[in-house]
């Protein structure tokens, strides 16, 4: 029996591509903390946050967001960056900055598709 090896590399590539787009996904950051919840507001690090509001902490890329409970308790729950970050060819690498979440974010960016017309 004869292996394909070209077929094989083919195989490979996109299996082990399709993996790490998977962990890419799944690994986006999701942290939360219950605070007190006073008038309507989420009482958050000295800060009262309206529900649905966020609060962006630039020094860890994060964004929390305000979410009701009860009369008493609310949650802030946290958007952060994906931990891992793919750029297949011909795309780049671009690490993340400091900023406001989610521009602070590492990224792949890729070139964009010419249209012919």
Same mark, same amino acid.
């Given at each position: 029996?004869?292996?394909?090896?070209?077929k094989?590399?083919? +195989? $490979?590539?996109?299996?082990?591509?399709a993996?790490? $787009?998977?962990?890419?996904?799944?690994?986006?950051?999701?942290? $939360?903390?219950?605070?007190?919840?006073?008038?309507?507001?989420?009482? $958050?690090?000295?800060?009262?946050?309206?529900?649905?509001?966020?609060?962006?902490?630039?020094?860890? +890329?994060?964004?929390?967001?305000?979410?009701?409970?009860?009369?008493?308790?609310?949650?802030?729950?946290?958007?952060? +960056?994906?931990?891992?970050?793919?750029? %297949?060819? %011909?795309?780049?690498?671009?690490?993340?900055?400091?900023?406001?979440? %989610?521009? +602070?974010c590492?990224?792949?960016?890729?070139?964009?598709?010419?249209?012919?017309?």
């Amino acid at each position: 029996m004869e292996i394909d090896m070209a077929k094989l590399h083919t +195989c $490979f590539v996109i299996i082990t591509t399709a993996i790490l $787009f998977l962990v890419d996904v799944s690994q986006q950051g999701l942290e $939360f903390q219950i605070v007190p919840f006073e008038n309507g507001k989420c009482q $958050f690090n000295g800060d009262k946050v309206d529900v649905g509001q966020s609060v962006k902490d630039t020094k860890r +890329c994060i964004s929390w967001s305000c979410v009701s409970h009860n009369s008493t308790h609310g949650s802030m729950i946290a958007s952060s +960056c994906p931990r891992l970050v793919v750029a %297949p060819p %011909p795309c780049k690498y671009v690490p993340g900055r400091p900023g406001v979440y %989610p521009d +602070c974010c590492a990224k792949a960016e890729c070139p964009k598709k010419r249209v012919n017309g």
